[in-house]
């Protein structure tokens, strides 16, 4: 018998978290980002470890910036991650941690790490988890698993992820010390800051046209008040 979970399941179990309509706009990076995770979490080769959530929680914060309200973020975040029968408190204390290790370390210790030309003794856990990545052929990378590298690299040093030649080698090196494919990163990557670029301007178009929406009300509001009523013919 095939105990499988499938699409539907998971997406009905985040529709039953999350009971709220989410916003046009946004919809696709949330069914996207549900599949992404279902069909990574269902995959035998597939194994947790903190890059993978840096990557989830760094995709999700970028893509859902602007979202109202506000306050419905976490509920969607949460939902996504129990969907997939999975800690979202996990992911996120994990995300956290990397993101103030790759704060604290120059960007070469980092890359010399995660490269594993160095032993990286500040965290133990994210070592083990390097390690496991390199001598494992059946690792199974992830589009998620590349943002998660590009986070550290970011956060390290904004200006190397902007200059091509640098970010290139930066990739390369990691690439070649977890023993994943150069090339699948880079695409990867590149599709994601594509994506983030169209996003953002999305969310501009929107703005200027919830602007001009609210002009055009408060003109009409204006119009109706400043309207005088007619003489009645009595004279």
Do not use: C, W
Request: charged letters at 25%.
């Amino acid at each position: 018998m095939n105990n499988v979970r499938t699409v539907s399941d998971t997406k009905r179990t985040f529709h039953t978290l999350h009971t709220r309509p989410i916003n046009t706009i946004y919809r696709r990076v949330v069914e996207e980002l549900m599949v992404e995770m279902h069909l990574l979490a269902v995959n035998v080769d597939f194994s947790y470890n903190p890059i993978f959530a840096l990557g989830v929680v760094t995709s999700f914060d970028r893509f859902m910036q602007g979202y109202q309200p506000e306050s419905d973020k976490e509920s969607i975040f949460n939902a996504l991650l129990r969907a997939i029968e999975a800690d979202p408190q996990i992911y996120r204390q994990d995300a956290q941690r990397l993101q103030e290790l790759a704060k604290s370390l120059p960007p070469q210790d980092l890359i010399a790490a995660l490269s594993l030309q160095t032993q990286l003794n500040r965290d133990t856990d994210l070592q083990s988890h390097l390690q496991a990545i390199a001598s494992n052929p059946k690792f199974k990378y992830s589009r998620l698993f590349a943002i998660g590298l590009f986070s550290l690299l970011e956060l390290s040093d904004p200006e190397l992820v902007k200059d091509e030649k640098q970010r290139t080698e930066a990739l390369k090196s990691i690439a070649a010390g977890l023993h994943i494919s150069d090339d699948k990163l880079n695409k990867d990557l590149e599709l994601y800051r594509s994506n983030l670029d169209k996003m953002a301007q999305a969310l501009v178009v929107m703005a200027d046209m919830l602007s001009a929406d609210r002009k055009k009300r408060e003109q009409r509001s204006q119009q109706s008040s400043t309207t005088v009523t007619p003489p009645t013919a009595s004279e």
